[in-house]
């Protein structure tokens, strides 16, 4: 494999003679100034949204996005997704609600979808009147209503069926789950709500996170389900498709085809003059970020090559956890260079902290930098302190445009 083949490759991240560039800064000087560090770039965040909107325009489809927070709360990031005037916030506690006002967003552009919302919570928001809140259970419903009718509210269903990267990442499916509302309880919540004066004008549904091309026969089924209910309830005008795109993460992953995509969403919305909602994480922020580390230790171990480098699952759990892969990539790349299979491990003292398992890789040497690519979305967002092992740089790149 030489410079220019590898399947990840794209016109802003990409090997030029022998050196990896990401928006086309040769990314070797930034990691030789400090690792680990997540670099990001917002015009890969803002050209993935206009695909987003592009998709739903031409399908003919009225809706408004959500970046969830969640994913991503790098403060310049979030300032340029707001300059950009082209989205809101998924939020899914009032630190992010408050967040997100101090970013710039107004209370409007905001819509909170979280669980087991505590009092404290719900205070809070109903101090922010013109965030939108999606209530995942009856209780929440009841216990907003309490502080003051009036208010237009969502309802989150739980959709029965759902789709993820893998099955650690669906939020749905037979084994009951902790969120929204059941069909079967749908009335009862809608009962709740009227008695309150609280006003439902949103459906919600999330299926989980990482869907890919092949799943969107499960958005269908979900989609079909939901009609029923909102047929039975026209006075609800809109529909939270919630987030979950996800991005290619391997050579022999089915993209999401969002043409495709919109046009199910289209199916349905359209001929019933629905307003879609979609809040969208990692489909915005994933492919836009990457994390740079050094290899402090290159040994072989029982017919195992493992790569030490200098960060661990407390900076990117994604494989750790969720066994969502992570592509490695030399800053440095030599033509024609033979090939080993390594894994590569974290600093953490636990055995599941792996960043990557049986890769193929030129071959690497102490002190050598890697960038792992596919971050952007809940790496730094969910850093942990394990082991005192949690410092990292965050940056943006600058000139994006
Ligand atoms: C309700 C809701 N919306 C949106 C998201 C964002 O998901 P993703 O980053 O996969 O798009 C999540 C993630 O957990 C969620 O729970």
Request: with cysteine.
């Given at each position: 494999?030489?410079?220019?083949?590898?399947?990840?490759?794209?016109?802003?991240?990409?090997?030029?003679d022998?050196r990896?560039?990401?928006?086309?800064?040769?990314l070797a000087?930034l990691a030789?100034?400090g690792?680990?560090?997540?670099?990001?770039r917002a015009?890969?965040?803002?050209?993935?949204?206009?695909r987003?909107?592009?998709a739903?325009?031409?399908?003919?489809v009225?809706?408004?996005?959500?970046f969830?927070?969640k994913?991503?709360?790098?403060?310049?990031?979030l300032?340029a997704?707001?300059a950009t005037g082209r989205?809101?916030i998924?939020a899914?506690?009032p630190?992010?609600?408050?967040?997100a006002?101090?970013?710039?967003f107004r209370?409007?552009q905001?819509?909170?979808?979280?669980h087991?919302v505590s009092?404290?919570?719900l205070?809070i928001?109903a101090?922010?009147?013109?965030v939108?809140?999606n209530?995942d259970?009856i209780?929440t419903i009841?216990r907003?209503g309490r502080r003051?009718a009036?208010?237009?509210?969502?309802?989150?269903?739980?959709?029965?069926?759902?789709?993820?990267?893998?099955?650690?990442?669906q939020?749905?499916g037979?084994?009951p789950?902790k969120?929204?509302v059941?069909?079967?309880?749908?009335?009862?919540a809608?009962?709740?709500?009227a008695?309150l004066g609280?006003?439902v004008?949103?459906?919600?549904?999330?299926?989980?996170?990482?869907?890919?091309?092949?799943a969107?026969?499960v958005l269908?089924?979900?989609?079909?389900n939901t009609?029923r209910?909102?047929d039975?309830?026209p006075g609800?005008r809109?529909l939270n498709?919630?987030g979950?795109?996800?991005?290619?993460?391997?050579?022999s992953?089915v993209p999401?085809?969002?043409d495709?995509w919109a046009?199910?969403?289209a199916r349905?919305?359209?001929?019933?003059?629905?307003?879609?909602?979609?809040?969208?994480?990692?489909?915005l922020?994933?492919?836009a970020?990457?994390?740079l580390?050094?290899?402090?230790?290159?040994?072989?171990?029982?017919?195992?090559?493992?790569?030490?480098v200098d960060?661990?699952l407390?900076i990117?759990?994604?494989w750790?956890?969720y066994r969502?892969?992570?592509?490695?990539?030399?800053?440095?790349?030599?033509p024609?260079a033979p090939?080993?299979?390594v894994?590569i491990s974290?600093n953490?003292?636990?055995?599941?902290d792996l960043?990557?398992e049986?890769?193929?890789?030129p071959p690497?040497a102490?002190?050598?930098?890697l960038?792992l690519?596919?971050?952007?979305g809940?790496g730094?967002?969910?850093?942990?302190?394990?082991?005192?092992?949690?410092?990292?740089?965050?940056i943006?790149?600058?000139?994006?445009?």
């Amino acid at each position: 494999m030489t410079a220019g083949t590898h399947w990840w490759e794209r016109p802003d991240l990409r090997y030029r003679d022998g050196r990896l560039e990401f928006g086309g800064q040769d990314l070797a000087p930034l990691a030789s100034a400090g690792t680990p560090a997540y670099v990001y770039r917002a015009g890969r965040v803002r050209d993935n949204l206009e695909r987003l909107h592009a998709a739903l325009d031409a399908a003919g489809v009225p809706h408004d996005v959500y970046f969830a927070l969640k994913a991503n709360r790098h403060g310049p990031l979030l300032d340029a997704l707001q300059a950009t005037g082209r989205c809101g916030i998924d939020a899914c506690s009032p630190a992010e609600v408050r967040l997100a006002l101090a970013h710039g967003f107004r209370e409007e552009q905001v819509s909170f979808t979280g669980h087991a919302v505590s009092e404290a919570d719900l205070d809070i928001l109903a101090s922010h009147p013109g965030v939108h809140v999606n209530c995942d259970a009856i209780s929440t419903i009841r216990r907003l209503g309490r502080r003051g009718a009036g208010r237009r509210i969502g309802i989150r269903l739980n959709p029965g069926i759902g789709a993820g990267y893998n099955e650690r990442l669906q939020y749905a499916g037979d084994k009951p789950t902790k969120f929204g509302v059941y069909p079967d309880r749908f009335d009862e919540a809608l009962a709740a709500a009227a008695g309150l004066g609280l006003v439902v004008d949103t459906l919600h549904f999330h299926v989980g996170c990482g869907y890919q091309g092949d799943a969107l026969a499960v958005l269908e089924q979900v989609l079909q389900n939901t009609m029923r209910l909102l047929d039975a309830h026209p006075g609800i005008r809109r529909l939270n498709v919630g987030g979950g795109l996800g991005v290619r993460m391997t050579e022999s992953d089915v993209p999401l085809d969002l043409d495709r995509w919109a046009a199910v969403i289209a199916r349905h919305a359209v001929p019933r003059g629905l307003r879609i909602a979609v809040e969208p994480g990692d489909y915005l922020v994933k492919d836009a970020g990457l994390l740079l580390v050094q290899a402090n230790t290159v040994e072989d171990k029982a017919g195992t090559r493992f790569v030490g480098v200098d960060a661990g699952l407390g900076i990117a759990n994604h494989w750790a956890y969720y066994r969502i892969p992570m592509v490695a990539a030399p800053l440095r790349l030599q033509p024609g260079a033979p090939r080993q299979r390594v894994t590569i491990s974290g600093n953490i003292n636990e055995a599941l902290d792996l960043l990557a398992e049986d890769v193929e890789l030129p071959p690497l040497a102490e002190g050598d930098f890697l960038a792992l690519l596919n971050v952007g979305g809940y790496g730094s967002a969910m850093l942990s302190n394990h082991c005192m092992r949690g410092a990292c740089w965050e940056i943006l790149l600058p000139g994006d445009g």
